[in-house]
């Protein structure tokens, strides 16, 4: 029944979009321009998408990754001004295509950019190093506020994902830390690893190792509900072992990243529905399912009004979190 | 103890047929990228990554590695026969390079970089392959403030022996910090020095300024003496390269010290192009004929090349097993090792013995299979200098100019190549050392975040600099390099007076 259900859909939605299909298919190689270094998970992601797309036979036109990672990804948010109306340039990021022009002056504003779809969340995680005395996420947080800016947080970049999530457990607990900001994940990875801070909020991906190995360990994981069953890790326990941070204490519900993928603002509509088609075929096809699973991230599959729905929300609440730690810069 | 078996299983997987085609391969595209200044190798294996997901990933990374070791020895070329470093790591290579193939002997100035840089590449590989399990060990001890120590050390190293003014060491410094201060801080999140240019967001690339600097300023140089590029008309045989290879023993010191540079370089990751840095530095204040450096040494050439390729290859170590790329290259093949399903750390080594062994047994085998292929192309490329000036300079342009915009494909760095060139020249000109400038350019942002991230943590203290043995050591001997040298003229300078007075 669901799969008639799925056929009639497709077929309708076939129907509907197949007049304007037939008028837009890329003339030249696409470029993918990513908002991160190269090796970076937003890079993943993005070379993900172009091995699946050609492998899978869903685009024939060859596809070109640029990395444009300059000021925190800014720098592909900008190249996307300059070429507006371009249809064959997709942007890869994550929320800090709306969030950078929050905290930092940009030449670029949303305006400049229109979302294609998001394509899965990464999730965020309170660990510790192994020996460290906290049992629970609410142990850790007592120990915070009984002697305040003693426990130090690693993060990747400054007013970014991490130090947003830091501040925003700072507010809603009431504890104080002091947070240090490194290059990337695997920096921050490390210096945990060596005792050099007392917790970071890695990705799982990023994390992965170092728990195997029993360095560090997890307290709590910043989702609604716990993470997808998984082989035991380390020490009989694996990701959906996990509590939740609500279970544990911490009254944050989510905290998600979404890996997304936008378009010039101004390119031809048909174009974005050609690219919306295209990538929903990559998020269902199972090499993607094979990429989520590796990387221990959320598959979803956001496109139009849904998209900007979860925009808005995600922007709103991270606005809410800049304003009270006095970095917007407008 | 069980290190060797393991190594001997790694070999069994890495001399396949299939493998060593792919090493072949490997080396033979990294000598192109590795030549054209700018397109570089992590540029060259990130092209190749989406190639790698069909191939099972012990595959892959022999492939990716080996283009790795291609592009470090292709660096070396431009660096000798233009002056223009092809990578990073091999800018110091120029500084004895150059003259030295000017001087007419392009044959011997490619074939010592191209035999130390092998040295260096197996001498890495061997500490490797004995001390895998203390390295990744000892690289954990590294934090901000440690790291802020290794950086220190390779600017005293570098710093505190140069022979220039030292105002002018000071000004070149000083400029090249302020360069690096360019677009987003790490630390603060708030942009710098880009007078509202939005193509300055994300800093001056070390790349255009180097290329700038180097090639363009090194042409106009020679546009002024007159046009003469001297075609040099020295023959070019093999034996030339076999004679060369004989002298090599005679700088067993010079090349044993660099291998240990760069495996300390390595292994705290503060990275080849420090490494070579620093090897140059010391290199020269070692040599009795110190003053001599810069006019086509042969120390000064393989100092700098043994350091670089055994970091570049001790490297791949914290990358295994920490998860930290200590290069642009190494993070963009951890970036590979995530999409194949292998997570680097600890447990690699313990769940993917093959994997990792198979890795390290290549090392072995496709740097010698680069050295061979390079010593192989050394006659074409010293072949290239015959060709006169009227001809080759337009192309040195066209090559600085297509190496410029490939590091970010933007039109704004064909400027700032431009800019860099008129300042090249009067660095030239005027007798202020480059080296400092680009020296400050590669290691003063991360040596400023390592600082910051330090004051962070200890609130703004000092001390932490010298909170922990391994910390002090670094700081001591930094601040040893820097004072000693001056100290040992001043008081020769005061002996020397006393007779005459």
Same mark, same amino acid.
Request: one cysteine or more; proline letters at 5%; aromatic letters at 10%.
């Given at each position: 029944?669901?799969?008639? %259900?799925?056929?009639?859909?497709?077929?309708?939605?076939?129907?509907?979009?197949?007049?304007?299909?037939?008028?837009?298919?890329?003339?030249?190689?696409?470029?993918?321009?990513?908002?991160?270094?190269?090796?970076?998970?937003?890079?993943?992601?993005?070379?993900?998408?172009?091995?699946?797309?050609?492998?899978?036979?869903?685009?024939?036109?060859?596809?070109?990754?640029?990395?444009?990672?300059?000021?925190?990804?800014?720098?592909?948010?900008?190249?996307?001004?300059?070429?507006?109306?371009?249809?064959?340039?997709?942007?890869?990021?994550?929320?800090?295509?709306?969030?950078?022009?929050?905290?930092?002056?940009?030449?670029?504003?949303?305006?400049?950019?229109?979302?294609?779809?998001?394509?899965?969340?990464?999730?965020?995680?309170?660990?510790?190093?192994?020996?460290?005395?906290?049992?629970?996420?609410?142990?850790?947080?007592?120990?915070?506020?009984?002697?305040?800016?003693?426990?130090?947080?690693?993060?990747?970049?400054?007013?970014?994902?991490?130090?947003?999530?830091?501040?925003?457990?700072?507010?809603?607990?009431?504890?104080?830390?002091?947070?240090?900001?490194?290059?990337?994940?695997?920096?921050?990875?490390?210096?945990?690893?060596?005792?050099?801070?007392?917790?970071?909020?890695?990705?799982?991906?990023?994390?992965?190792?170092?728990?195997?190995?029993?360095?560090?360990?997890?307290?709590?994981?910043?989702?609604?509900?716990?993470?997808?069953?998984?082989?035991?890790?380390?020490?009989? %326990?694996?990701?959906?072992?996990?509590?939740?941070?609500?279970?544990?204490?911490?009254?944050?519900?989510?905290?998600?990243?979404?890996?997304?993928?936008?378009?010039?603002?101004?390119?031809?509509?048909?174009?974005?529905?050609?690219?919306? %088609?295209?990538?929903?075929?990559?998020?269902?096809?199972?090499?993607?399912?094979?990429?989520?699973?590796?990387?221990?991230?959320?598959?979803?599959?956001?496109?139009?009004?849904?998209?900007?729905?979860?925009?808005?929300?995600?922007?709103?609440?991270?606005?809410?979190?800049?304003?009270?730690?006095?970095?917007?810069?407008? | 103890?069980?290190?060797?078996?393991?190594?001997?299983?790694?070999?069994?997987?890495?001399?396949?047929?299939?493998?060593?085609?792919?090493?072949?391969?490997?080396?033979?595209?990294?000598?192109?990228?590795?030549?054209?200044?700018?397109?570089?190798?992590?540029?060259?294996?990130?092209?190749? #990554?989406?190639? !790698?997901?069909?191939?099972?990933?012990?595959?892959?990374?022999?492939?990716?590695?080996?283009?790795?070791?291609?592009?470090?020895?292709?660096?070396?070329?431009?660096?000798?026969?233009?002056?223009?470093?092809?990578?990073?790591?091999?800018?110091?290579?120029?500084?004895?390079?150059?003259?030295?193939?000017?001087?007419?002997?392009? !044959?011997?100035?490619?074939?010592?970089?191209?035999?130390?840089?092998?040295?260096?590449?197996?001498?890495?590989?061997?500490?490797?392959?004995?001390?895998?399990?203390?390295?990744?060990?000892?690289?954990?001890?590294?934090?901000?403030?440690?790291?802020?120590?290794?950086?220190?050390?390779?600017?005293? *190293?570098?710093?505190?022996?140069?022979?220039?003014?030292?105002?002018?060491?000071?000004?070149?410094?000083?400029?090249?910090?302020?360069?690096? !201060?360019?677009?987003?801080?790490?630390?603060?999140?708030?942009?710098?020095?880009?007078?509202?240019?939005?193509?300055?967001?994300?800093?001056?690339?070390?790349?255009?300024?180097?290329?700038?600097?180097?090639?363009?300023?090194?042409?106009?140089?020679?546009?002024?003496?007159?046009?003469?590029?001297?075609?040099?008309?020295? @023959?070019?045989?093999?034996?030339?390269?076999?004679?060369?290879?004989?002298?090599?023993?005679?700088?067993?010191? !010079?090349?044993?010290?660099? *291998?240990?540079?760069?495996?300390?370089?390595?292994?705290?990751?503060?990275?080849?192009?420090?490494?070579?840095?620093?090897?140059?530095?010391?290199?020269?204040?070692?040599?009795?004929?110190?003053?001599?450096?810069?006019?086509?040494?042969?120390?000064?050439?393989?100092?700098?090349?043994?350091?670089?390729?055994?970091?570049?290859?001790?490297?791949?170590?914290?990358?295994?097993?920490?998860?930290?790329?200590?290069?642009?290259?190494?993070?963009?093949?951890?970036?590979?090792?995530?999409?194949?399903?292998?997570?680097?750390?600890?447990?690699?080594?313990?769940? @993917?013995?093959?994997?990792?062994?198979?890795?390290?047994?290549?090392?072995?085998?496709?740097?010698?299979?680069?050295?061979?292929?390079?010593? *192989?192309?050394?006659?074409?490329?010293?072949?290239?200098?015959?060709?006169?000036?009227? #001809?080759?300079?337009?192309?040195?342009?066209? #090559?600085?100019?297509?190496? *410029?915009?490939?590091?970010?494909?933007?039109?704004?760095?064909?400027?700032?190549?431009?800019?860099?060139?008129?300042?090249?020249?009067?660095?030239?000109?005027?007798?202020?050392?480059?080296?400092?400038?680009?020296?400050?350019?590669?290691?003063?942002? @991360?040596?400023?975040?390592?600082?910051?991230?330090?004051?962070?943590?200890?609130?703004?203290?000092?001390?932490?600099?010298?909170?922990?043995?391994?910390?002090?050591?670094?700081?001591?001997?930094?601040?040893?390099?820097?004072?000693?040298?001056?100290?040992?003229?001043?008081?020769?300078?005061?002996?020397?007076?006393?007779?005459?007075?």
């Amino acid at each position: 029944m669901t799969y008639l %259900k799925t056929a009639l859909l497709a077929a309708t939605a076939i129907a509907a979009a197949a007049p304007a299909m037939a008028e837009w298919a890329p003339s030249r190689p696409i470029e993918f321009v990513v908002a991160s270094g190269a090796g970076g998970g937003t890079d993943n992601f993005a070379r993900t998408i172009q091995a699946t797309l050609n492998r899978e036979g869903i685009i024939d036109n060859s596809v070109v990754v640029l990395n444009k990672g300059g000021g925190s990804g800014a720098e592909a948010f900008l190249y996307a001004m300059q070429n507006e109306g371009d249809a064959h340039k997709l942007i890869f990021g994550t929320n800090n295509a709306y969030l950078l022009p929050h905290v930092a002056q940009m030449a670029y504003s949303m305006e400049n950019l229109d979302p294609v779809a998001a394509l899965a969340l990464d999730e965020f995680l309170i660990w510790v190093k192994a020996d460290a005395p906290y049992e629970t996420a609410a142990d850790f947080i007592e120990a915070a506020k009984a002697e305040p800016g003693s426990v130090t947080f690693g993060g990747s970049q400054s007013k970014d994902t991490d130090e947003t999530l830091v501040s925003l457990i700072e507010q809603t607990t009431g504890a104080e830390f002091k947070y240090v900001p490194f290059n990337g994940g695997g920096e921050v990875g490390v210096q945990l690893a060596g005792g050099h801070v007392d917790a970071h909020v890695n990705n799982p991906n990023e994390a992965l190792g170092q728990w195997q190995s029993g360095a560090i360990r997890p307290l709590c994981v910043f989702s609604p509900e716990r993470m997808a069953e998984s082989d035991p890790i380390h020490d009989g %326990k694996g990701w959906h072992d996990i509590p939740t941070c609500q279970e544990s204490g911490v009254d944050i519900a989510s905290y998600r990243m979404p890996r997304t993928v936008w378009m010039p603002a101004g390119a031809d509509a048909e174009a974005k529905a050609f690219y919306t %088609k295209a990538l929903r075929n990559v998020a269902e096809s199972d090499a993607w399912q094979e990429y989520l699973n590796k990387t221990s991230q959320t598959g979803v599959f956001l496109s139009g009004e849904e998209l900007s729905q979860f925009i808005t929300e995600n922007e709103t609440s991270a606005v809410e979190v800049f304003a009270a730690e006095g970095w917007t810069s407008q | 103890m069980g290190n060797f078996d393991l190594l001997m299983q790694g070999f069994g997987v890495a001399i396949t047929p299939m493998h060593l085609l792919l090493m072949v391969a490997g080396v033979l595209m990294g000598l192109v990228v590795g030549v054209l200044p700018g397109l570089g190798a992590p540029n060259g294996v990130s092209l190749l #990554i989406p190639l !790698t997901f069909s191939l099972d990933p012990t595959s892959a990374i022999i492939l990716l590695s080996s283009m790795y070791w291609g592009a470090l020895f292709g660096g070396s070329t431009t660096s000798i026969l233009f002056n223009i470093p092809g990578e990073p790591s091999s800018v110091a290579t120029t500084f004895d390079g150059y003259p030295m193939a000017r001087s007419g002997e392009s !044959t011997r100035a490619l074939t010592l970089a191209f035999m130390s840089a092998g040295i260096g590449a197996l001498t890495g590989v061997i500490v490797i392959t004995l001390l895998a399990g203390w390295a990744s060990n000892f690289a954990l001890r590294f934090g901000a403030p440690e790291y802020f120590a290794v950086y220190f050390l390779a600017f005293a *190293a570098f710093i505190g022996m140069g022979s220039a003014a030292p105002m002018k060491t000071m000004v070149a410094l000083t400029t090249g910090l302020l360069l690096s !201060t360019v677009g987003m801080d790490t630390i603060t999140g708030s942009v710098r020095l880009t007078f509202g240019y939005s193509e300055l967001l994300s800093g001056i690339s070390f790349l255009v300024v180097v290329i700038g600097l180097f090639g363009i300023g090194e042409l106009l140089s020679t546009v002024q003496e007159g046009l003469r590029f001297r075609g040099v008309a020295s @023959k070019i045989d093999l034996r030339d390269v076999l004679k060369t290879i004989g002298e090599l023993p005679r700088y067993w010191a !010079t090349s044993l010290r660099s *291998a240990l540079i760069g495996i300390w370089m390595g292994i705290t990751p503060g990275g080849p192009t420090a490494a070579s840095f620093m090897s140059y530095g010391i290199a020269r204040s070692a040599s009795r004929k110190g003053k001599a450096f810069g006019t086509g040494r042969p120390e000064g050439i393989i100092a700098p090349e043994t350091a670089d390729h055994s970091a570049g290859s001790c490297a791949m170590l914290p990358m295994l097993a920490l998860g930290v790329p200590s290069s642009a290259t190494a993070a963009v093949m951890m970036g590979g090792l995530m999409i194949w399903g292998l997570t680097p750390g600890p447990m690699l080594f313990a769940t @993917k013995p093959d994997f990792v062994w198979g890795l390290i047994a290549s090392m072995y085998v496709s740097n010698l299979i680069g050295v061979v292929l390079v010593l *192989a192309t050394v006659p074409m490329f010293a072949a290239l200098l015959r060709i006169p000036f009227a #001809i080759i300079g337009p192309m040195i342009v066209a #090559i600085c100019f297509v190496g *410029a915009y490939t590091v970010s494909n933007s039109t704004f760095d064909l400027w700032l190549v431009l800019l860099f060139g008129m300042v090249g020249y009067l660095f030239s000109k005027l007798d202020y050392p480059i080296a400092p400038l680009v020296l400050a350019m590669v290691l003063g942002h @991360k040596a400023e975040n390592a600082f910051h991230q330090s004051m962070v943590l200890s609130d703004g203290s000092l001390a932490i600099f010298f909170a922990n043995p391994l910390v002090s050591a670094i700081m001591v001997v930094g601040i040893a390099l820097l004072v000693v040298p001056k100290l040992l003229a001043f008081g020769s300078r005061f002996r020397r007076r006393i007779p005459v007075e």
